[in-house]
């Protein structure tokens, strides 16, 4: 069974960094990407990164793009979330998510398989 878990959020600066993390459990053999997204309140979940299991590729939201950046650690099942620079309008519950099998269009969240609870980053200005 997959089981994702988030943690690192909490209470920055503006400009200020967190870095999230979210481990996973089960077959991660079998993932074909992770991703970050986030859902402010009163807006749609939006894709924030993904990162491929196999090869590493990453993909960056436009808004995030040289501010963030997503790594994973195989021997521990683990997605990081670095985020620097961060803005006022990062401010939202992040989630991860996995991606099992095939091809997945990793910008859109139904692709995905799996999610963790969320955790929460707020950004004050």
């Known amino acids: 069974q997959v089981q994702l878990v988030e943690s690192g959020g909490g209470l920055v600066q503006a400009g200020g960094s967190l870095r999230l993390s979210c481990a996973a459990s089960?077959?991660?053999?079998?993932?074909?990407?992770m991703g970050w997204f986030r859902q402010a309140p009163g807006k749609e979940r939006e894709f924030v990164g993904a990162?491929?299991?196999?090869?590493?590729?990453?993909y960056y939201a436009d808004s995030v793009k040289g501010r963030f950046t997503i790594s994973r650690d195989n021997a521990k099942n683990t997605m990081y979330l670095q985020m620097n620079s961060l803005k006022a309008e990062d401010t939202a519950v992040y989630y991860c998510?996995?991606?099992?099998?095939?091809?997945?269009?990793?910008?859109?969240?139904?692709?995905?398989?799996?999610w963790g609870q969320g955790t929460q980053v707020t950004v004050s200005s």
């Open positions: 089960g077959r991660t053999t079998s993932y074909y990407a």
């Open positions: 998510a996995a991606a099992v099998g095939g091809y997945t269009r990793v910008v859109i969240a139904a692709e995905y398989d799996h």
């Open positions: 990162i491929r299991w196999d090869g590493g590729n990453t």
